[in-house]
């Protein structure tokens, strides 16, 4: 375990598992997945697709149930969904009837104006979208839709982000440019994030631990620590050891 | 024969080689005037070739529409189906829609009321006609609850289905974001079903001004549907029918293009372009 998760832990599973009933049997998702997350840690977690990951980012969250085992964050359950813990989607999870503003205002209903204006304003600011406040997200760009969806999630100050491949729509160099931008919002508010993604590269730029599954049923088949500073060097040799190491338990070394 | 039906096609065919190099928004103009004046050309030459003796040329529709404005009855008469199709339109509406919401997002009501609406629906509203007049006479009530049904099946069942398709990642955004009751309703189930919603609206007073005409044929003593039938009556007046028929056609349009203006807000242009 890390130096990190030694400190507090925030969220902890315990041997969690999933399964769905179908037509002609059971599917097993998800099998005994133990894992500990610290207080303002940045985890990734990475996998083939099918492997169950965003399945155990929707239990965490409180959307769905496990068949097996608990989660739980500052030592309490998760039963359902709560405005403490902010996700954010892999498609466009932000209203299209409601302006930018009104979007990342949504989580501040009860907040008295000044204080809830200040706030949106601020964030908005954070994430690079000052001018925009008042345009649809029809009339946003890929890039600025998600900035409005990362803002949203901010602006409620939320103890843990959870994010589910939230690039994935993006073009790769808006990839790039908002993989820098949510590594320096996480560095200056130090939330703790879970990070759900099938890019290699994404996670060694932006995690400090990886948690590599295994293909269905998701187990976890190793936890990789990062350790590099950021900005990261990705010509570094560390990066490719790391690269390496993850095309590896992956299994798709020898292909490259 | 007279020269008026080459005369048209003639002005038909240069309406089209005119305007052919102009901007689309010209086009979308001259062009359908083009195919109107060939339509004309055909109806003139078509009451020529079998020197129709009862239907009227476009010239005699003309003249009836004339005789119509001045004789004033016509502006009673479309009072009389504009009153009929807004109040049974409007209480559609008002049931309508919070029904449809309802109905929509719980899934227990949806257990049990959409049986009912899908059986009924597809009763057309014609045939409520004799009940109609059973229960409220010959008059504008009756005439108010035959556009009320006929409102009320496609706004119900279209507000059903725009709450059943809200995408699920909005509604866990409304979960996540800790919003509950009739915050719910007025943040994302109202504002997600709202588009689809106005499109149900606009099928639903299409219909409404179908059935008025049918109704007003039948069983009541004024409006253009009651025009029509009476024009006939009194001595097969066809050109006066044909030409109720357009004043009932073109009120359609403009009732078709006000409900449109719905569609130009912010809040639901996403709705109607290409996701």
Redesign the interface.
């Known amino acids: 375990m890390s130096e990190r998760a030694k400190q507090r832990a925030k969220v902890t599973f315990e041997g969690v598992s999933k399964s769905f009933d179908q037509r002609g049997g059971i599917l097993d998702v998800l099998e005994d997945i133990d894992l500990t997350v610290a207080d303002g840690e940045f985890v990734c977690l990475l996998g083939p697709s099918g492997c169950g990951k965003s399945t155990l980012l929707n239990i965490v969250?409180g959307?769905e149930r496990p068949t097996a085992g608990r989660v739980t964050i500052d030592g309490v359950e998760v039963e359902?969904?709560?405005?403490r813990r902010?996700?954010v989607?892999?498609?466009?999870?932000?209203?299209?009837?409601?302006?930018a503003w009104d979007n990342i205002a949504?989580?501040l209903?009860h907040l008295p104006r000044s204080e809830r204006e200040e706030i949106v304003q601020r964030t908005i600011d954070m994430v690079g979208l000052s001018g925009f406040e008042s345009a649809?997200?029809?009339e946003l760009s890929g890039g600025m839709k998600q900035r409005v969806e990362v803002a949203r999630a901010l602006a409620?100050s939320p103890d843990v982000i959870y994010m589910d491949e939230p690039f994935g729509a993006l073009d790769s160099l808006t990839r790039l440019t908002m993989r820098s931008e949510i590594i320096r919002i996480w560095q200056q508010e130090r939330n703790t994030i879970l990070f759900v993604t099938h890019d290699v590269d994404e996670s060694i730029q932006i995690a400090d631990r990886i948690v590599v599954f295994t293909p269905r049923p998701g187990r976890v088949a190793e936890i990789v620590e990062v350790g590099l500073e950021h900005p990261r060097d990705l010509g570094s040799p560390e990066y490719g050891e790391i690269k390496n190491r993850l095309y590896e338990l992956l299994g798709v070394r020898h292909v490259i | 024969m007279s020269a008026w039906a080459p005369l048209f096609a003639v002005v038909g065919a240069l309406t089209f080689l005119f305007t052919r190099r102009t901007s689309d928004r010209a086009r979308a103009v001259t062009y359908p005037i083009g195919v109107t004046l060939f339509g004309l050309a055909g109806w003139q030459l078509a009451c020529e070739l079998v020197r129709a003796e009862v239907f009227p040329t476009p010239f005699d529709v003309l003249a009836a529409s004339a005789e119509l404005i001045e004789s004033q009855r016509l502006w009673g008469d479309i009072v009389a189906s504009l009153y009929r199709v807004t109040w049974g339109f409007f209480l559609a509406a008002g049931v309508g829609i919070p029904l449809g919401l309802v109905v929509g997002w719980s899934t227990r009501s949806f257990l049990a009321f959409n049986p009912v609406i899908q059986g009924l629906r597809p009763v057309s509203p014609i045939a409520w006609i004799p009940i109609a007049i059973l229960w409220f006479g010959i008059g504008d009530l009756a005439g108010i609850f035959l556009i009320f049904l006929s409102s009320f099946f496609p706004i119900t069942v279209g507000t059903m289905a725009a709450v059943r398709n809200i995408s699920l990642v909005h509604q866990r955004s409304a979960m996540n974001f800790g919003l509950k009751g009739i915050e719910v309703f007025r943040r994302v189930v109202l504002p997600a079903a709202l588009p689809q919603i106005i499109t149900s609206l606009r099928i639903a007073l299409g219909v409404a001004w179908l059935v008025i005409v049918a109704a007003e044929m039948v069983g009541m003593d004024s409006g253009l549907g009651y025009l029509i039938n009476d024009a006939r009556n009194m001595g097969s007046r066809y050109d006066l029918v044909v030409a109720t028929m357009v004043v009932i056609g073109l009120i359609g349009i403009v009732l078709d293009m006000m409900i449109r203006k719905l569609e130009r807000f912010d809040e639901v242009r996403w709705g109607y372009v290409e996701r």
């Open positions: 969250g959307f359902g969904p709560d405005a902010v996700f989607f892999q498609e466009y999870g932000i209203f299209p009837w409601a302006s949504l989580g209903r649809y997200p029809m409620v």
